[in-house]
């Protein structure tokens, strides 16, 4: 392939963002950012390394995010500004920095608000709502996305990413109806549009949904062959989802032994990325589902809890992944019969969940507080507007009667003068 056309290829493929790709094609692109001087060409190789290597090593992901960058602001192209600041954050979604990520994402927008590009804009809002997703702050994060679902739709090019992004934020809430609905649309129209890559994510969603109606046959089914279809990838994030998601299932399930094969797939996954809450939760999970296999081997038990309790700092600013912690952690001592600790974990699930409840409690309170003294600001509004009225009318009134009076003594003069 020559370099025009490998700049094509490239081009294209970053135009939809939706095909993964093979090591093949990223030694194609090493060999092609080494023989050329051409910049164009080297932004397309440097964004490509740096958006496919921070899903399966970031660290590469952010060197070659920030040599895009240095050498797009050098050319003065903002189409790589907004690339470069993608891949950079792309690569911290993967590591869980999700605090890092949004700056970069965010970054990422206001180059698209520069050049006015509505697709763009809507792709960087979608991404900065998912960073907001996973630091747990859901309302902001719907908030993104649907600001960026009415951008897309004045767009003449449609992306099924927008479903897959809205149905996960619709899981994360517990809303599954939408979810799903979300799901089936995206999964048609990938079919329609021929995206054959963004499919297995929406599949897994799906699943979720399918597993919560409890067609857990359906689900399992749809994860297996979603596995199948994300391993001829690159993709290792969304492997390591994946693997959850079947790990998951399986517990529902309390098929322990396979759980525990499918979280261990998704460790050496998460440890190669370096993401430490997803390794937190997956050492969680491993040991939850060790102490029910075997709750008597409590060396191996005692090793994942330990290695999960070191990375409890990971999930700290996600309270839906705390609690689930919280949880595990606590039922896993309870079947190998520490009590103390157990007690220790129950008491901060507790602890937390009142803190949500309350919190929940008081966002429904400040929300109809809002509501009424809006109300009541819009009555006020109606009863002083009301009051004018009547009040001018009144004016209207009393100034016709003087009128009228006038006109009396003017006629009662001039009759007198006449006779």
Request: proline share 2%; glycine share 4%.
């Amino acid at each position: 392939m020559n370099l025009r056309k490998l700049i094509g290829v490239i081009f294209i493929f970053f135009a939809i963002h939706t095909q993964a790709t093979t090591r093949h094609f990223l030694d194609s692109l090493l060999k092609a950012l080494d023989t050329t001087s051409e910049p164009l060409a080297r932004l397309n190789c440097l964004y490509t390394l740096s958006f496919e290597y921070g899903f399966i090593d970031p660290p590469s992901g952010i060197r070659y995010g920030w040599q895009c960058l240095d050498l797009a602001n050098r050319e003065g192209n903002l189409q790589y500004q907004l690339n470069a600041y993608n891949g950079i954050a792309n690569s911290y979604e993967t590591l869980a920095k999700y605090d890092s990520a949004c700056h970069f994402h965010t970054l990422s927008y206001q180059i698209a608000k520069k050049m006015g590009v509505p697709q763009k804009m809507a792709l960087t809002l979608f991404n900065v709502g998912l960073c907001y997703k996973e630091l747990g702050e859901y309302e902001k994060a719907l908030k993104y996305y649907l600001t960026a679902y009415r951008l897309f739709e004045r767009d003449s090019v449609y992306n099924p990413r927008i479903h897959f992004y809205l149905g996960e934020m619709y899981l994360k809430m517990g809303n599954y109806k939408d979810a799903e609905y979300q799901s089936r649309l995206g999964v048609r129209k990938c079919k329609e549009f021929n995206h054959d890559y963004v499919i297995y994510n929406l599949y897994i969603n799906l699943a979720k949904c399918l597993s919560h109606k409890n067609q857990i046959d359906s689900a399992k089914h749809l994860l297996n062959t979603t596995l199948q279809g994300l391993l001829k990838h690159t993709d290792e994030n969304s492997i390591a989802i994946c693997y959850n998601a079947l790990g998951e299932l399986h517990l529902s399930c309390k098929e322990y032994d396979k759980a525990y094969e499918k979280f261990e797939s998704e460790l050496e996954i998460q440890k190669k990325l370096n993401n430490s809450s997803g390794q937190q939760l997956a050492y969680l999970n491993l040991a939850y589902c060790s102490a029910h296999i075997n709750p008597t081997n409590s060396a191996i038990i005692s090793n994942y809890v330990n290695e999960a309790e070191k990375l409890f700092p990971s999930i700290t600013k996600n309270d839906d992944l705390l609690l689930e912690s919280y949880r595990k952690m606590a039922e896993t001592n309870e079947l190998v019969k520490n009590s103390l600790q157990a007690i220790k974990f129950y008491k901060l699930f507790y602890a937390l969940r009142d803190t949500l409840m309350n919190k929940e409690k008081l966002r429904l309170v400040y929300d109809l507080q809002t509501k009424y003294e809006t109300e009541k600001k819009e009555t006020l509004i109606k009863d002083l507007e009301q009051s004018d009225y009547i009040k001018s009318l009144e004016i209207k009134k009393r100034n016709m009667y003087i009128l009228i009076v006038l006109l009396l003594i003017v006629f009662v003069g001039i009759s007198a003068y006449l006779l």
